[in-house]
């Protein structure tokens, strides 16, 4: 039995999709809250309908009703993908954060400790990397200077994994995501956006004036790194030192990935991808940077590959193509 939180969001739901498809049972939790549009997140449970799924609308803030849950089903692996995502609105709204993401965070590795979970993979974030400049960005580089409130909350995360770890042998995996994208995809994020204001004959808004750059991630190129991840619990690594303390990995079963495309897309590249795919050409508005966001992202993933031969196999073209065939279709746009 695996356990997948946020199983009603973008990435949950791709996740326990996939697993329903190989056979896996699953219980599925998510508070359903409405940062974005909720019939989206019920649409995505429409489509998880199995005799193998279970789902349970369920907060991780709740402690005890998480214990209780874990008596009931007794999973053996735990996909922590439940979030309050998104930088920017973590300066509106500070608070969501903190309870979200570190209270509730904590009260899944209390329960994985508890209740002895042979593997726990949790949600961090490329943002960590925060003001970090050195490409491509590597697990071994220090991340102690996030430039948001989201930012810090998964640096946090992964520390207080590192400390059930190292207390209680439990078996961490942390994935720091680079921009994930594709069908099903977040209202909040880029691509979602450009596209609506695009259709809508709207101006789309342009950060920095267009100088950024994103390792835009495949939504499938994710599901595959986190599913050959599964039977790949971190063992203690025998060449840490502490003289020389590499922050990926540790004696402790404890391990952090990049999950990324390994390639930055310039911003006004991708703009363009979606512009040919829907034949419009967007009118766009430049705006300065945004408070909380970094200038570029690019993921090195040779431990990813080197663990479980992770390769992301889907170009920006195809991808975006791929999204704005599923938008079309779910809006029922011409
Ligand atoms: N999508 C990306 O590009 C990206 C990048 C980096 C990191 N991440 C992380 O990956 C994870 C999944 O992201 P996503 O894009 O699928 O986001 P999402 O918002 O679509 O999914 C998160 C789901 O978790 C649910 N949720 C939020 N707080 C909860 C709580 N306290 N208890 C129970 N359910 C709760 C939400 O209702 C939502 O359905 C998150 O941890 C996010 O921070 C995503």
Redesign the pocket.
């Known amino acids: 039995m695996i356990l997948i939180?946020?199983?009603?969001?973008?990435?949950?739901?791709?996740v326990a999709k996939r697993l329903l498809e190989e056979g896996h049972t699953i219980i599925g939790?998510?508070?359903?809250?409405d940062?974005?549009n909720v019939k989206l997140?019920k649409d995505?449970l429409h489509f998880l309908q199995h005799n193998r799924f279970t789902f349970e609308q369920?907060?991780?803030?709740?402690g005890e009703r998480i214990n209780e849950l874990f008596t009931t089903y007794r999973p053996s692996i735990v996909i922590?993908?439940?979030?309050?995502?998104?930088v920017r609105y973590s300066l509106e709204n500070p608070h969501?954060y903190i309870?979200?993401?570190i209270?509730?965070f904590m009260n899944i590795l209390e329960a994985c400790q508890q209740h002895e979970i042979e593997h726990l993979i949790?949600?961090?974030?490329?943002?960590v990397y925060g003001a970090n400049t050195k490409m491509p960005f590597s697990v071994r580089d220090n991340v102690d200077h996030p430039v948001s409130l989201?930012a810090a909350t998964?640096k946090a995360n992964e520390l207080m994994a590192h400390t059930y770890s190292h207390l209680y042998g439990l078996p961490s995996t942390g994935?720091?995501?680079?921009?994930?994208?594709g069908p099903w995809?977040?209202p909040?994020?880029a691509l979602f956006r450009f596209t609506k204001a695009i259709l809508e004959g709207k101006p789309i808004q342009v950060y920095n004036n267009g100088k950024m750059k994103r390792d835009f991630?495949y939504i499938d190129d994710?599901v595959e790194g986190i599913v050959r991840l599964i039977d790949h619990p971190p063992q203690g690594n025998l060449d840490w030192n502490g003289e020389k303390p590499d922050p990926g990995s540790s004696y402790a079963p404890y391990k952090l990935y990049n999950i990324g495309n390994n390639t930055p897309v310039k911003l006004m590249d991708f703009i363009t991808a979606i512009e040919k795919k829907l034949g419009i050409s967007a009118e766009k508005e430049y705006l300065p940077l945004q408070d909380g966001d970094v200038l570029a992202t690019y993921a090195d993933i040779e431990d990813l590959s080197e663990a479980v031969g992770y390769k992301p196999r889907t170009s920006i073209e195809d991808g975006v193509s791929k999204f704005i065939d599923w938008y079309k279709a779910y809006y029922k746009v011409e």
Not at 29 to 33: A, G, M, P, R
């Open positions: 939180t946020g199983v009603a969001g973008f990435i949950g739901s791709h939790i998510d508070n359903i809250n940062y974005y997140k995505r369920l907060e991780r803030e709740d922590d993908l439940a979030a309050q995502a998104g969501a309870n979200s993401n209270v509730g949790y949600a961090s974030s490329s943002s989201y998964k994935l720091r995501f680079f921009t994930v994208y995809g977040r909040d994020m991630t994710i």
